[in-house]
């Protein structure tokens, strides 16, 4: 039942995907077609049955993506890949990697002092890097996490906002605060940042800081101009661990200023002790039409030239 998914959704997808027709008489699985075919869609049956025994999740974004790697011949890697434990959230659920892409991220991270990880909505960058600053902080690796974002409106200008700094950037900051609350819990959450231990800022109040032995991540850093990314990047001080994370394709700057995120890459592209992870629509683990759309964006500026 978990194979097949609700109104057989999963099975339909596979004969779509595969080009195969399948169908369930008594306790066996008949798979019709090519002889190619049908040697992919039992591969990808297999490996989807080895998850449901393990307890994973099976839905349609999984199926196609076991359908991707074994048409490439890497149905292996997903075992590899849902082995692995990134995380354990704070009621108890573990995070692992869903991709490939997220699994180099993970290890970039782990490797590199300095990380980059470009890639659209959807594909677990801020998620994962929240994750490792968490177990890094719970291993006694740093003393503090750091989480900071350019305050930079989505093309809405919204005007001054009330109260004191923190009401007024956390609008900005939301994102990274349900990641923090989903590892650490309310109640830890709050006597981290009273004790300072986790500190939420907006890129601003980076300038003249020297970070030592902290967790140091910035996101939406495609909101970055070059004179913000330099200024972040030379804050990074002994025993620390920064991850910048980013979507160039939604840039909220103003027309013609260039994004300090895209520059960066380009400049320090040659260093190898920085790491620098493209993640792609098929890293994309949101709703499966997520990915869709990003696939039909990427499609359409390639199209314009």
Known sequence: MTLFGLNDQ??????????????????????????E??????????????????????????VRYAVALAREG???????????????????KQVRCKTLGQQQYVQAIREHDLTFAVGPAGTGKTYLAMALAVVALRNKEIERIV?????????????YLPGDLTQKVDPYLRPLYDALYDFMGLDSYQKLMERGTVEVAPLAYMRGRTLNNAFIILDEAQNTTSEQMKMFLTRLGFGSRAVVTGDITQTDLPSGKRSGLAEAIEVLKDIPEIGMVHLTARD???HELVQKIVQAYDAYNAGRG
């Open 10 to 35: 999963n099975v339909a997808l596979l004969e779509q995907e595969c080009g195969v027709g399948i169908a369930l008489r008594g306790n066996e699985l008949i798979v019709q077609g090519d002889e």
């Open 37 to 62: 075919d049908t040697a992919l869609a039992e591969t990808v049956i297999l490996k989807l049955l080895d998850m449901i025994r393990r307890g994973d999740l099976v839905d349609r974004s999984r």
């Open 74 to 92: 890497k149905a292996d890697m997903l075992d590899e890949i849902l082995r692995s434990v990134v995380a354990i959230t704070h009621r108890g």
């Open 147 to 159: 989480l900071t974002r350019p305050a930079v409106e989505a093309g809405e200008k919204l005007g």
């Open 284 to 286: 994309v683990v949101r």
